[in-house]
């Protein structure tokens, strides 16, 4: 039997059947040391089914991917602490919840696109130097990655944290502009548009950091789209991140930007770019140009995010490179 569907009602469910069988499968895989690659294919593909009805439980497969490739590699995966933790959240879930979504057509939630904010992170790994940069409207924000951040996380994982805090801080700060909405965003990083678009685990590091935006889009009432665009038509946010303040002044002399922001409405959590306000000093023909506001990304928020982006991804390689003894499970 698969999914319900109630076309009264307008709802989509999982069978009763169905929930059973996808608790005696974690409860079989959990209760071992090892598991058999026939087990973590028989788990994922019941937990795949459940997530065809609750979409958002689609971004807590990542651990159990990561094991099925290790799994069809070696035989068995090692039942790990941080897959084991994946695992119980389903197990709450399915404990908790009535197995029923909502069906909405699709004309209801088509995506308006006046609001939309770009966003860039640029590194070199020979340097270990990196940084982050985005705009939205008049309101903007660069920042540096450390030498750890940029050693343990790749590129998709450095565009995917800088438009989580990027998002983060306009819900604080203009939660009017996001409440009830659908909108657009864009990023040049192909790998992680797709991640939160086509709503698929992907890496440990990545279902994370969309994990995290969609508390964001739970907590204050919005949904996200992110177009990919070409890097030389993510300009102003490719220019920032990587400190070009010549670019970043052509790109405001080319471009109509609205002053959609004063300092009064930032009032603590106003930034200040050195490097920009040395530029602009020393530069010629600035005085139309549009007001920017600069906004500084907490230091806490961001190292906590990053650092529970790198322990994902360490986690994820440390697994790849495992190989586990001859012998059966437990």
């Not at 996808?22 to 997530?51: C, P, T, W, Y």
């Not at 990561?66 to 069809?72: E, F, H, K, Q």
């Not at 939160?196 to 990545?206: A, I, L, Y």
């Not at 106003?270 to 040395?278: A, D, H, I, L, R």
Request: glycine fraction near 6%; proline fraction near 3%.
């Amino acid at each position: 039997m698969g999914v319900i569907f109630d076309l009264v009602k307008m709802e989509m469910s999982v069978p009763e059947d169905k929930k059973d069988k996808a608790l005696h499968a974690i409860e079989q895989a959990v209760g071992n040391s090892f598991v058999f690659v026939d087990a973590v294919q028989r788990l994922l593909g019941i937990l795949v089914f459940v997530g065809r009805v609750l979409l958002s439980g689609m971004w807590h497969l990542s651990r159990s991917v990561m094991a099925l490739r290790v799994a069809a590699r070696n035989g068995y995966v090692r039942m790990s602490e941080e897959w084991n933790e994946e695992l119980q959240w389903w197990v709450e879930l399915l404990n908790h919840w009535n197995c029923k979504a909502l069906m909405v057509p699709e004309r209801w939630i088509a995506p308006t696109y006046d609001s939309v904010f770009f966003t860039d992170a640029s590194r070199s790994e020979a340097k270990l130097v990196g940084g982050a940069g985005g705009i939205f409207h008049n309101l903007v924000f660069q920042f540096d990655f450390n030498a750890d951040e940029i050693r343990g996380m790749e590129i998709a994982d450095l565009e995917g944290i800088t438009h989580l805090l990027f998002l983060h801080e306009l819900c604080l700060l203009c939660p009017e502009d996001l409440a009830g909405r659908r909108f657009v965003t864009r990023c040049d990083n192909q790998n992680f548009c797709d991640a939160v678009n086509r709503k698929k685990p992907g890496t440990p590091s990545m279902a994370f950091l969309v994990g995290e935006m969609h508390k964001l889009m739970a907590l204050f009432n919005f949904d996200v789209r992110i177009d990919f665009v070409k890097s030389k038509d993510n300009e102003m946010a490719d220019a920032l991140s990587r400190r070009a303040w010549a670019r970043v002044l052509n790109f405001l002399r080319a471009h109509q930007v609205q002053s959609r922001f004063t300092k009064s409405d930032v009032k603590g959590k106003e930034g200040v770019c050195e490097g920009w306000e040395k530029f602009v000093a020393a530069a010629t023909d600035t005085l139309t140009l549009p007001p920017l506001v600069w906004i500084h990304i907490q230091d806490e928020r961001r190292s906590k995010t990053a650092s529970s982006v790198t322990r994902r991804r360490q986690w994820a390689r440390s697994m790849l490179r495992e190989r586990l003894p001859v012998g059966g499970q437990d």
